[in-house]
């Protein structure tokens, strides 16, 4: 990932990213989704993202509770470190992991062995699949746009928050309308940046920015 995506303004004292989490072990089975582990790329690349970020450390880093977004979130930290820089781990958030599954997991497995990753996804977005499976995109997208908010309006330290692909791929869909079959899906360590200016939550993904409105966050 270039970390150049992250675009950090001048102006504000603190920022807030979400990043997903460094290259993994294959996923063999959807079932066993949340088992796979960083591989050793993985680790070098989140390392070597943390180098970069220390520019503008200190970060407070907090993580899915899914291992490999721990793991990543430590290689980060390490990275940091190496610069002499500093950073602390605060750990597992539940909201970066998967509060919009509603139902159980096993529904979510035959959802996507019947109708393919990325139909499944569209059917999501486009509200086509029940409330009591998974949680209808705006609230999903509020979750997530909250939890940036909330750091940023409650410490004046940058914060770095690690998790998956839904996650951004949410946050990308609702507030700034980018269809992941036009762009992709996001890439290991790809994410956004979120900030505070004039009392006003922005975010950043990209060359894209957009002024989020309190009433459209948690």
């Not at 990043?19 to 989704?33: F, G, W």
């Not at 992941?180 to 950043?204: C, K, S, T, V, Y």
Request: hydrophobic share 40%; charged share 25%; proline share 6%.
């Amino acid at each position: 990932m270039d970390n150049d995506r992250f675009r950090f303004p001048d102006h504000a004292t603190h920022v807030a990213l979400m990043i997903r989490h460094a290259e993994r072990d294959p996923i063999e089975q959807m079932a066993d989704a949340l088992a796979p582990r960083l591989t050793l790329k993985g680790r070098t690349d989140s390392v070597r993202m943390g180098r970069s970020l220390a520019p503008h450390a200190p970060f407070a880093i907090f993580h899915s509770p899914v291992p490999r977004c721990r793991e990543t979130a430590e290689c980060v930290s390490e990275g940091i470190a190496q610069c002499n820089a500093d950073s602390t781990i605060k750990g597992e958030l539940l909201g970066l992991g998967g509060p919009y599954i509603t139902g159980n997991w096993d529904g979510i497995v035959a959802s996507i062995e019947k109708l393919g990753h990325s139909r499944f996804i569209r059917k999501w977005f486009d509200n086509q699949l029940p409330s009591g499976l998974i949680m209808p995109l705006p609230e999903a997208a509020r979750i997530q746009a909250g939890i940036l908010a909330g750091h940023l309006r409650a410490s004046a330290m940058s914060s770095i928050h690690v998790t998956h692909d839904w996650n951004i791929m949410i946050v990308r869909e609702y507030y700034f309308q980018l269809r992941h079959e036009d762009i992709g899906d996001p890439d290991f360590l790809d994410g956004m940046l979120g900030f505070i200016q004039n009392g006003a939550l922005f975010l950043r993904y990209h060359e894209h920015e957009k002024r989020i409105l309190q009433e459209d966050i948690v």
